[in-house]
């Protein structure tokens, strides 16, 4: 039998999860001003949903049930994932990364034998989400988000092509980290006890992924032709207007230094924070090179998982026995479904500790929850980076999680088509 506690997280949980769903609602409450449109705009922000949802949890164990128990039950969260989504956020959202990626993907696309604004937007839908099986989802995230943001979303008043591409980027991020061991975090959640390294991946799932990544961005390209016809064909530069004087190689490759020094510490959150700091520092001393670093929303989307981490941790009791009374191919369509309710990482983890298991199970679990990755803002650790940085060019400052969950569907299929393929398993 579940505890008190439990059930109070569960049902919390999905209050957040309609509170998601809701933020539309009071985006328009808060436009509308009044004496309560800061707290309107409060609840309309989807990073802090969940943040505030474990505020009540915490608050209310601790009067409810007891002061010690809400102490005892935080001490044992790890909150090493939100600490690094934010570390990695501020860094590769820094001026010199962004060049420096905005310039290979300027050279892919010359490369590519299409219209150029055709290309660009090819490339930056599938190489950059590719990229996070190096980088890791998150930095992958937040460059592709940007360069979206900067080159395309800013200039198109079409809402429909924006949650079109939202949606074929949130999977395309899910799926294309899967390259790795340590880039997806789902992934990273069950790797050693599943015993897979980056050969396994690539060879079972990588393959995959790539196909799939290729045809969501392809498609998309194609639907979005008119989209992209009326965007320019090349990245503003901004530098110029702004009088700014140009990124030396030096300062990309020290800022590249620092990206690839937080990704290796990724498990150890005290050094990786410590490399921050030090970014913070440099940044600071050559600000000439940098736009202002996204630390309020680096904060903002660590504060969302952090909050998932916090309601996530009670959700045991329901979602592993459901986990582990399923066949393998009713995992696949069971996780990819529960993945746009909780984080894909957290339901990785709990089916990892489902025992007598076969490599079926464990392979349909989690291609199952990279699958799903891109249906919410919550099933996938990297998304709300993504959200937090595209929301602004939306109507209302605000994403619908239901149009969002509508764009992701097709790309969703043809990812689920390509891991249902014949495996080495069955």
Not at 301 to 309: C, I, K, S, Y
Not at 377 to 382: S, T
Request: hydrophobic fraction near 55%; charge should be neutral.
């Amino acid at each position: 039998m579940p505890t008190t506690m439990e059930i109070l997280a569960t049902t919390l949980f999905a209050i957040a999860i309609v509170h998601t769903f809701s933020v539309p609602v009071f985006a328009r409450l808060a436009n509308k001003g009044g004496a309560h449109s800061g707290l309107w705009h409060l609840l309309s922000e989807v990073e802090a949903v969940f943040g505030v949802w474990a505020f009540v949890l915490v608050v209310s164990v601790a009067v409810f049930i007891g002061l010690d128990q809400a102490v005892d039950y935080m001490n044992t969260r790890n909150f090493t994932e939100p600490a690094f989504v934010f570390a990695i956020m501020v860094v590769a959202a820094s001026r010199p990364i962004l060049e420096m990626v905005s310039s290979i993907v300027k050279g892919v696309a010359r490369a590519m034998p299409l219209r150029n604004e055709y290309a660009m937007f090819f490339v930056t839908m599938s190489l950059v989400p590719l990229a996070g099986s190096l980088i890791t989802e998150p930095a992958a995230m937040t460059l592709a988000a940007l360069l979206l943001r900067d080159q395309y979303f800013k200039r198109s008043g079409r809402a429909g092509f924006k949650y079109l591409t939202i949606g074929v980027l949130f999977v395309n991020i899910s799926i294309g980290g899967v390259l790795t061991a340590y880039a997806a975090p789902p992934v990273l959640m069950v790797a050693q006890t599943f015993g897979w390294d980056t050969a396994f991946m690539a060879t079972h799932f990588g393959w995959r992924a790539v196909i799939a990544v290729l045809l969501n961005a392809a498609l998309l390209t194609i639907v979005c032709r008119a989209a992209l016809n009326e965007v320019p064909s090349s990245i503003p530069e901004q530098d110029v207007a702004n009088k700014r004087p140009k990124v030396p190689v030096v300062v990309m490759a020290i800022h590249l230094g620092f990206l690839l020094c937080i990704v290796l510490a990724a498990h150890y959150p005290v050094i990786f924070l410590s490399f921050l700091m030090m970014f913070i520092g440099y940044a600071t001393a050559y600000s000439r090179y940098q736009n202002p670093l996204m630390i309020r929303e680096g904060l903002m989307v660590g504060f969302f998982l952090a909050g998932l981490v916090v309601l996530g941790g009670l959700q045991k009791w329901w979602l592993q026995d459901l986990l582990g009374g399923m066949s393998p191919y009713a995992l696949f369509v069971g996780s990819t479904a529960l993945t746009a309710l909780t984080d894909n990482a957290a339901l990785t983890y709990l089916g990892s500790l489902v025992e007598g298991t076969s490599d079926l199970w464990r392979y349909m679990l989690v291609a199952g929850a990279v699958t799903g990755g891109g249906l919410t803002v919550i099933a996938n650790a990297p998304n709300p980076a993504g959200f937090s940085i595209l929301k602004g060019t939306f109507p209302d400052g605000a994403i619908s999680p239901l149009r969002l969950f509508l764009a992701a569907i097709v790309p969703t299929t043809i990812a689920a088509i390509m891991f249902l393929l014949p495996t080495s398993f069955t």
